[in-house]
């Protein structure tokens, strides 16, 4: 009877301990990917890029957030070294075309190397693969971030040159500002007419197209003629941007795709060292990664990497900060750092990012998991 009662007992303080829920405090990273069921290879990939999100700028938006970030969520963690070939504090343009064509390259390139000759990216290497595309991002469209994966031309400031070369590359849905790149130019082409003879379904600035459907093979929507605002004055669009991306990308989709969200602004808070700008477009972005996450959970089959080009502004946060209520920065320069920052993975592939590498690295882990 005793031991019947002790084997009962030890049962109950079993399935006590199994049922416990995670907690906010759970220390246990979670690196067990296997048992919840992720793919051995990732037929998607999903590359966020936090503009200038460095560790104070993540760690400043964690503070703002009651000391918590979706990105806690993300399985493994590495570090990339960001320096460009011909300087070691990166632009974002060097820093793009590292991640998008594994190259080394000037600061100012937008996908060519150091003799200005294009390089192929990793969007373009998935498009010849037989795969969907997608750019999205809170700036225009031809900004060095989201350029640099559909675009080959020497100068980030060629606006309209970088336009005309992303017509070259087929990407299946782009979200972003720009669209007087395409239709107020100075050689005075349409080049929105361009887009709609090359099968695209071309949303401008004017239309709400957050509830539109998406009806064409090929979809470009301008969020606005110029620059986007600041989350803080209006921009809510990148959430939405996100979510009908992967959801239009992921349709009756047997080749599998390729997906660059930009979080673009966290870098311009930086520049204007102004920390509100920065923590709130850090919020944003962390609120768009949870829902990625949750995709990626589900899915099974897609790998998504969150990292950064560079910090911004040489960022600390200084005595006198107090948790959610404010952050007293200190900024060392009103441009970019040499910084290593950290690229958070999740998914089929994700351990792969543990270690520090070279920001390069990133592109070649991505090939290497495609098969490309
Ligand atoms: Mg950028
Ligand atoms: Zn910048």
């Given at each position: 009877m005793k031991k019947i009662i002790q084997s009962i007992l030890v049962l109950l303080v079993f399935t006590f301990i199994a049922c416990q829920p995670d907690t906010?405090?759970?220390?246990?990273?979670?690196?067990v990917q296997k048992k919840e069921g992720y793919a051995e290879k990732p037929k998607n990939i999903i590359l966020m890029v936090g503009d200038g999100m460095g560790l104070p700028q993540i760690t400043a938006g964690m503070y703002m957030n009651k000391n918590k970030l979706n990105l806690e969520r993300m399985a493994y963690i590495g570090l990339s070294k960001t320096h460009a070939a011909d300087n070691l504090v990166t632009d974002s343009a060097a820093g793009a075309t590292a991640f998008a064509c594994g190259i080394k390259t000037y600061n100012g390139a937008i996908g060519v190397d150091v003799q200005k000759k294009p390089v192929k990216t990793i969007l373009e290497l998935a498009e010849d693969n037989g795969m969907k595309t997608g750019l999205v991002a809170a700036c225009v469209i031809q900004h060095a971030t989201p350029a640099s994966f559909a675009a080959h031309v020497d100068s980030r400031h060629k606006y309209e040159e970088i336009t005309e070369s992303m017509l070259n590359t087929p990407v299946d849905i782009m979200i972003g500002g720009g669209q007087k790149h395409f239709d107020e130019r100075v050689d005075k082409r349409n080049l929105l007419d361009s887009l709609r003879k090359s099968g695209y379904q071309v949303i401008d600035s004017t239309q709400k197209w957050q509830n539109m459907d998406f009806t064409s093979e090929k979809v470009a929507v301008f969020t606005a003629s110029v620059q986007p605002k600041p989350f803080s004055q209006g921009r809510k669009y990148l959430k939405k941007a996100a979510n009908r991306s992967i959801e239009f990308l992921n349709k009756e989709n047997e080749k599998g795709f390729f997906l660059m969200i930009e979080g673009s602004q966290i870098d311009w808070g930086g520049h204007a060292n102004n920390i509100d700008y920065v923590v709130s477009e850090m919020k944003e972005f962390d609120d768009i990664v949870g829902e990625v996450i949750d995709f990626v959970e589900k899915d099974k089959e897609t790998l998504l990497i969150i990292t950064a080009d560079h910090e911004t502004g040489g960022l600390a946060i200084n005595p006198k900060s107090m948790m959610n209520q404010k952050i007293e920065p200190g900024w060392t320069t009103d441009y970019h750092t040499a910084t290593m920052v950290p690229v958070f993975a999740l998914g089929?592939?994700?351990?792969?990012?543990?270690g520090i590498y070279e920001n390069t690295a990133i592109f070649d882990k991505m090939k290497k998991l495609y098969g490309f």
């Open positions: 906010d405090t759970d220390p246990q990273p979670k690196t089929p592939g994700a351990k792969d990012f543990k």
